[in-house]
């Protein structure tokens, strides 16, 4: 993704079907056909370069612009929104709901047609919970709090909000009330959102969270997790015509390998936030569904980094499938997907050199073919000092480009630029950034230009971030108690703890992609 935007756990589900658009103020018209490509494993950052906190949240458009909206996790007190025309460049609009005394989180927002207010939905004040509302009069302003209630006097765990076709909405959650995580259900609310109508329909599902429900071709999904702490879970869904039943036996969300990896068990090394639509508007059973998935631990010995997974997720008839692709490009005015084709790589197979290598990881193996499965195997590293280093890329005859992809490791480029030439002595400038993060990928497009070289030449090192913290996924003052199965959280905010001084290294770059779009 462009701007050193990277990668993007079945949980707070942030659902919009197409018919429900309707309710967005002033829809405007869907922007003309355009591909961009969403990376996994690596961290989603903002247009400063900071990492975006939006972990149990939702995706939302409102007159035409992306809003992604979710919780600062350590602690969440605090709950953001980014904007985005285009879901790669993303912009941090502050915190918009903030509590100083207890945690909330899964939150979703919907607009009101009837009360022209944006509405969030919160899972509020701890582990077991309230049922809170809160509302403004934009998407990116400061959110009030109007209520807070039991449901069905009884405290509940995780929650979800689902719109439907018809504008109705409902609450999907986690019922407390005949023991911890022990029954789910489905409430209608009123007609303004700001209430609890009626229930719709309860049942036992015993040590299960992060309920969301998704419609597709007439057809409801209702897709939880296991109650697993912050660990990656599988998920598991049920069926029905209606949302009030009857309901099929649960089934496990299907995770098949590719690339030679195996299956997944773990909605890979997720769990999943919320299965978004985007309408095909030239078929509205094409309809193309995303998966959406908070990646609370990170298993970076196999490339598993970055807080936030989204993949496409077919279907064979009426079963999901969710396939794991590092990168994958989406066509959002279009409703559709397709595979990144490395054919499209320009370096593929390239000669690469470079100021400096460090051991046996020699500039060459930027170019070299390499998947999801075993990239992290094969990378560039340059001498540990002087921060100034470039590696080159020779496509060997003038050639069209518009477009470059970085994949950096842990050492990364903070101040670098993306250099073309057609002799390798004079160098043109077609990007320049301060902001290059590490375990990001810098994914720019730039005017058509004719070049045979390509360099990045960097003059400053991002500084390591440290990415780990003690304790549970938000459990604030407000929590009280443990999940069934995943052992008790913690009854404070997270303890952080300072780390340790970084070996000195050299930048660390695993991919230097070159493209004609």
């Known amino acids: 993704m462009r701007s050193a935007i990277v990668c993007l756990a079945l949980a707070a589900a942030c659902l919009l079907p197409a018919a429900a658009r309707a309710a967005d103020p002033a829809p405007t018209p869907a922007p003309a056909s355009q591909w961009i490509t969403?990376?996994?494993d690596f961290y989603w950052t903002d247009t400063d370069g900071n990492r975006i906190l939006t972990r149990s949240g939702c995706l939302r458009q409102f007159n035409g612009t992306w809003y992604w909206y979710g919780g600062n996790p350590r602690g969440f007190r605090e709950q953001y929104v980014y904007t985005s025309p285009d879901l790669v460049h993303w912009t941090n609009k502050g915190v918009i709901f903030r509590e100083t005394d207890y945690d909330s989180n899964r939150i979703d927002v919907l607009y009101n047609q009837p009360t022209k207010k944006y509405v969030m939905f919160l899972k509020?004040?701890?582990n077991g919970a309230h049922f809170a509302v809160a509302t403004s009069d934009t998407p990116d302003g400061q959110f009030t709090?109007?209520?807070?209630?039991l449901v069905d006097n009884a405290l509940m765990g995780d929650m979800s909000i689902y719109e439907d076709d018809d504008g109705k909405a409902y609450l999907c959650y986690v019922s407390w009330a005949v023991g911890t995580n022990a029954q789910h259900g489905i409430y209608a609310l009123s007609d303004?959102?700001?209430?609890?109508d009626h229930r719709v329909y309860l049942w036992d599902i015993r040590s299960r969270e992060a309920p969301h429900i998704f419609?597709?071709?007439g057809l409801y999904y209702y897709g939880t997790s296991r109650t697993a702490g912050i660990q990656s879970s599988g998920t598991a869904y049920y069926t029905a015509k209606n949302l009030a039943g009857p309901w099929s036996p649960a089934k496990p969300l299907d995770t098949p390998g590719m690339d030679g990896g195996p299956d997944s068990k773990n909605s890979w090394d997720s769990q999943v936030d919320f299965v978004y639509p985007f309408p095909n508007p030239k078929d509205p059973a094409a309809t193309f569904y995303m998966f959406a998935g908070d990646r609370w631990v990170k298993n970076p010995q196999e490339?598993?980094?970055?807080?936030?997974?989204w993949l496409?997720?077919?279907f064979d008839g009426d079963t999901p499938i969710v396939h794991y692709y590092q990168d994958w490009d989406l066509n959002v005015a279009a409703g559709t997907w397709r595979k990144f084709d490395p054919v499209r790589n320009l370096a593929a197979g390239k000669p690469a050199t470079a100021s400096s290598t460090d051991g046996d990881h020699p500039a060459s193996n930027v170019t070299a073919p390499k998947t999801y499965v075993n990239y992290v195997n094969t990378f560039w590293q340059s001498e540990a000092a002087p921060d100034a280093q470039w590696i080159t890329v020779d496509l060997q005859n003038p050639t069209p480009i518009d477009r470059v992809i970085l994949k950096w490791g842990n050492s990364a480029a903070r101040d670098f630029k993306i250099q073309s030439s057609p002799d390798n002595s004079t160098w043109t400038d077609l990007f320049t950034t301060t902001r290059g993060g590490s375990n990001t990928v810098t994914d720019e497009t730039f005017p058509l230009t004719t070049a045979r070289y390509i360099r990045m030449t960097a003059t400053a090192r991002a500084p390591i971030p440290f990415t780990g913290f003690a304790g549970g996924r938000g459990r604030g003052r407000g929590n009280r108690g443990g999940r069934n199965g995943a052992g008790s959280q913690p009854t404070s905010a997270p303890t952080f703890t300072p780390p340790p001084p970084p070996t000195p290294t050299g930048y660390t770059l695993f991919d230097f992609e070159v493209l004609k779009d």
């Open 124 to 126: 509020y004040h701890g």
């Open 145 to 149: 709090l109007v209520s807070q209630t």
């Open 312 to 314: 496409p997720m077919e």
């Open 38 to 40: 969403i990376h996994n």
């Open 192 to 196: 303004d959102y700001l209430k609890l």
């Open 303 to 309: 490339g598993r980094n970055g807080d936030y997974v």
């Open 215 to 217: 419609k597709r071709n």
